[in-house]
T-cell receptor
Framework: AQKVTQAQTEISVVEKEDVTLDCVYE???????LFWYKQPPSGELVFLIR??????QNEISGRYSWNFQKSTSSFNFTITASQVVDSAVYFC???????????FGTGTRLQVTL | NAGVTQTPKFQVLKTGQSMTLQCAQD?????MSWYRQDPGMGLRLIHY???????DQGEVPNGYNVSRSTTEDFPLRLLSAAPSQTSVYFC?????????????FGAGSRLTVL
């Protein structure tokens, strides 16, 4: 069974600070995918990134970057120069290739203030 | 394209009442699923379907029924509502059941059971 841990329940930062959201997962599968979703205060769920287990390259997209380390089963998400619009709940979600189930972590609520 | 459409957006029920949450997608996606979101619990999978006529249980299926008579629709039925089913419900779909594909979520349905 898959398990995912987002140990940080809530993080508060001041605008322009960098912030890293941690995600640790457990899976017995060798092939799997990892996702991050964002849920802003309006409530919808927005896809941010997908990474497959064979690709350990870090990824940068604007102010967002992801650090995938298979050796430590972690898939951490960093926001550089945070902005108030980044305030949201962020979910990490692993998915194995053999199961039709995406397992969500409990989420990290990020509050960015001026 | 409308994407994933959920109705109603809000509903208040009394204990013991029944109701159906509707979910429709116009993307010809094979895979559809229902999640519930509760504070501090993340999103938990209720039921899912990999195609018309095929459904399966997720993590928290008790108290809910589903059917998939068409590719487009995946209704979630509460036969006898209980206060423990007070939650926000999300329907999601993706092209096919492979985990490589990104889930597209509906806007959510907030259900309160008194």
């Amino acid at each position: 069974a898959q398990k995912v841990t987002q140990a940080q329940t809530e993080i508060s930062v001041v605008e322009k600070e960098d912030v890293t959201l941690d995600c640790v997962y457990e899976t017995r599968d060798t092939t799997y995918y990892l996702f991050w979703y964002k849920q802003p205060p309006s409530g919808e769920l927005v896809f941010l990134i997908r990474r497959n287990s064979f690709d350990e390259q870090n990824e940068i997209s604007g102010r967002y970057s992801w650090n995938f380390q298979k050796s430590t089963s972690s898939f951490n998400f960093t926001i550089t120069a945070s902005q108030v619009v980044d305030s949201a709940v962020y979910f990490c979600a692993p998915h194995t290739g053999t199961a039709s189930k995406l397992t969500f972590g409990t989420g990290t609520r990020l509050q960015v203030t001026l | 394209n409308a994407g994933v459409t959920q109705t109603p957006k809000f509903q208040v029920l009394k204990t013991g009442q029944s109701m159906t949450l509707q979910c429709a997608q116009d993307m010809n996606h094979e895979y559809m699923s229902w999640y519930r979101q509760d504070p501090g619990m993340g999103l938990r999978l209720i039921h899912y379907s990999v195609g018309a006529g095929i459904t399966d249980q997720g993590e928290v299926p008790n108290g809910y029924n589903v059917s998939r008579s068409t590719t487009e629709d995946f209704p979630l039925r509460l036969l006898s509502a209980a206060p423990s089913q007070t939650s926000v419900y999300f329907c999601a779909s993706r092209q096919e059941h492979s985990g490589a594909n990104v889930l597209t979520f509906g806007a959510g349905s907030r259900l309160t059971v008194l």
